[in-house]
């Protein structure tokens, strides 16, 4: 076997950094599908509107195919006396918001996934099933998902949720936003649903049009703001309330993109491989130097 | 009468058909200027310009209650699928409960001139649709209906209006609804005279005579009361009890017919007011015939009493000492006087002060000596 010496370790390593990052100048970016169109959809939920009818939930899981009990039976009021999250089984839910200090009406929130312009859990996930696609929907491939539930952590309005008693196949579960039934052409079930219409679906810029006139026109019954017009960066369902939004249920996360502050250290070391190249290039040139120094005091010595 | 008919037909048909354009016979509404419907000064057929809906300015048409059709069965959107059966909405019930809280046009809220449009004629059936300002039918109905509903009993529930459909999609006819046809809102009472107290020093208190605006100056309820709420009056125990909304809003109420900054000893004062007494408004006593008339008579402008000059000419323009009959005044003039001019005797323009004879007689006074026959006055008729 040929011996190899520590200078043809070197030249080798040097040729491939070399290959690698001459290869990684050009390369597709490798990773999830991410787009922001300018076409995207999104809903406007009123809360000012919904009656807390819970038509949605049902409309919901019919459309998901998962078991419910009859419509008829959503109008049991009793299951507003704990507020509720997205769960695997139910990927929104309606939670009731009485106002303490009056005996005012409750304000009813639908809670389900935001569908962030910049998804944390696109970003989060290691094996790339989440993809944020062309019409706004963030949705994820089952068969990619290794179960890692990264993307339950990244989320800020910690929305997917997993097949815990599962114990064979668990799958991460959240709103889809109706994807398959919106490639159809259709509505979101629950905004095909909703009795008053408190949930419009729409071109996102033509919501925050409708959202804003809204606002304009009856300036005493809401807040002025639209949640989720930059809320986490934008999100595709955005709200409108009546009073401060979170007291209903709708956290107050900044308005900076979250997948912004990791997403720029992680993807700053590899940039388009030359801080590595770099690096590797800094250490040969210590290890040459000292060599050289080395190899001097050994020819002075002989 | 025939009007009348035509609206309630017209109520009718829009409520079940839809899709109708706007009837242009009535269209054109004397005082109202067409950019208040219209973008453009000379809109056209071709061209309408219409604004888009829902526009800031109304131009609706009042209505009464009794106009309107009495029950509406609300089935533009009725599916046999669904688990609910159409509403029958009690029509006449819902307008005489909002007369006095803004009246046809809380749920009309956009009305053009001439007919009464119902839900369908602008809000699309469909909900996939590009004027997303607008709700769809099904979410204007419930937005609509629910708004109140919520407040007055806070129950949203879903049978409080729909009957269940039956196991082969055949209508159950809820019960106590076919009652509805009859509901009314039972007769509000009128309070009399009104003595609140203020927190002003002087003119501490105020004296508001309620059925002297409503009985003698002909007020409606709806022109000072335009905004209560059922839960205004009812508490959830449904008894009425609560102030209107009305009366907590002080000067804005009466603003509308007195002038509120200068006018202040009118119902301001130590004391609470007596009734209203033209004589003692005016100066101008009411006498047999004026006394007779309804106040809108003379003071012709809806709800604003503006002051007359008290000059006969004011009303009785045709009046000249020609054509004038003295003996309605229970004095034939003998025919020398009958020759003068009224200004002669009558030295004031509102024949108010005594006839002064010193134009021609220095030392005759009225009524010592009488420039003509006493008679009895002519029975007074009213109107004439």
């Known amino acids: 076997m040929k011996k190899k010496t520590r200078r043809d370790f070197l030249k080798t390593s040097a040729l491939i950094g070399t290959a690698v990052a001459s290869s990684s100048l050009h390369p597709a970016k490798a990773g999830p599908k991410n787009i922001l169109s300018p076409d995207r959809m999104g809903v406007l939920v009123d809360t000012t509107v919904c009656v807390g009818c819970r038509s949605c939930e049902w409309a919901c899981k019919v459309a998901h195919g998962r078991s419910t009990q009859p419509l008829a039976e959503y109008e049991d009021r009793s299951v507003y006396q704990t507020s509720r999250r997205p769960d695997h089984e139910s990927v929104t839910v309606v939670n009731e918001h009485r106002q303490e200090e009056s005996n005012g009406t409750p304000v009813y929130t639908k809670v389900q996934c935001m569908h962030c312009d910049h998804p944390s859990c696109v970003s989060a996930c290691i094996v790339g099933a989440f993809t944020k696609e062309e019409n706004g929907s963030v949705v994820w491939d089952t068969n990619k998902c290794i179960g890692c539930r990264y993307c339950m952590v990244a989320c800020p309005f910690q929305i997917p949720a997993f097949e815990f008693g599962e114990a064979l196949r668990p799958d991460v579960v959240k709103c889809d936003f109706c994807f398959s039934r919106t490639q159809e052409g259709k509505l979101p079930a629950c905004v095909e649903m909703c009795p008053v219409e408190a949930l419009t679906y729409g071109p996102r810029t033509e919501l925050i049009k409708v959202a804003r006139e809204r606002i304009r026109r009856a300036p005493e019954k809401y807040v002025h703001h639209i949640y989720g017009e930059t809320e986490a960066g934008g999100t595709s369902w955005m709200y409108l309330a009546s009073r401060d939004f979170a007291g209903l249920g709708l956290p107050n996360v900044g308005t900076h993109a979250m997948p912004g502050t990791s997403e720029s250290i992680q993807h700053g070391i590899f940039a388009y491989f030359i801080p590595p190249v770099l690096l590797y290039a800094m250490l040969g040139g210590v290890m040459w130097v000292t060599r050289r120094g080395k190899e001097s005091e050994h020819e002075e010595l002989k | 009468m025939r009007t009348i008919l035509a609206a309630i037909l017209g109520v009718c048909v829009v409520m079940v058909a839809h899709g109708q354009g706007v009837d242009k016979r009535s269209h054109v509404v004397p005082g109202m200027s067409c950019t208040t419907c219209h973008t453009s000064e000379v809109p056209t057929k071709e061209s309408p310009s219409v604004r888009s809906c829902p526009r800031t300015l109304m131009a609706t048409v009042r209505h009464s209650a009794e106009e309107g059709p009495d029950v509406i069965r609300m089935n533009t959107l009725s599916d046999t699928a669904s688990l609910y059966a159409p509403v029958r909405f009690t029509h006449k019930a819902h307008a005489e409960m909002s007369e006095m809280a803004g009246g046809c046009t809380m749920c009309h809220h956009y009305n053009p001139p001439g007919r009464v449009l119902g839900c369908s004629e602008c809000h699309e059936v469909s909900r996939m649709r590009t004027n997303l300002g607008r709700p769809d039918l099904k979410g204007a109905y419930h937005q609509q209906c629910l708004d109140c509903h919520k407040r007055w009993s806070n129950d949203t529930g879903c049978r409080s209006c729909h009957a269940l459909r039956g196991e082969a999609g055949a209508v159950v006819v809820q019960e106590g609804k076919e009652q509805a046809r009859e509901r009314r809102h039972p007769v509000v009472t009128k309070p009399a005279r009104l003595v609140r107290e203020t927190g002003y020093d002087e003119g501490r208190l105020v004296t508001f005579s309620h059925n002297e605006h409503v009985d003698l100056f002909g007020l409606e309820c709806a022109d000072c009361h335009t905004s209560e709420s059922c839960i205004r009056c009812h508490e959830k125990g449904k008894s009425a009890s609560a102030q ?35 004589q003692r408004r005016s100066g101008w006593p009411l006498r047999q015939y004026h006394e007779q008339l309804d106040c809108n008579r003379c003071h012709t402008k809806k709800n604003v009493f503006t002051d007359l000059s008290g000059s006969c000419a004011t009303c009785h323009k045709a009046w000249t000492p020609e054509n004038f009959r003295h003996a309605v005044t229970g004095l034939v003039l003998d025919q020398n006087h009958a020759e003068l001019t009224c200004d002669v005797c009558h030295t004031d323009d509102r024949f108010v002060a005594k006839p002064s004879c010193e134009a021609c007689h220095e030392q005759y006074t009225y009524p010592q000596k009488s420039p003509g026959k006493r008679v009895k006055r002519l029975a007074a008729v009213r109107g004439k």
């Open chain 2, 244 to 278: 209107p909304v009305a009366a907590s809003l002080g000067h804005q109420s009466c603003e509308r017919c007195h002038n509120v900054n200068e006018q202040c000893d009118r119902c301001h004062g130590a004391e609470p007011k007596p009734g209203f007494n033209h």
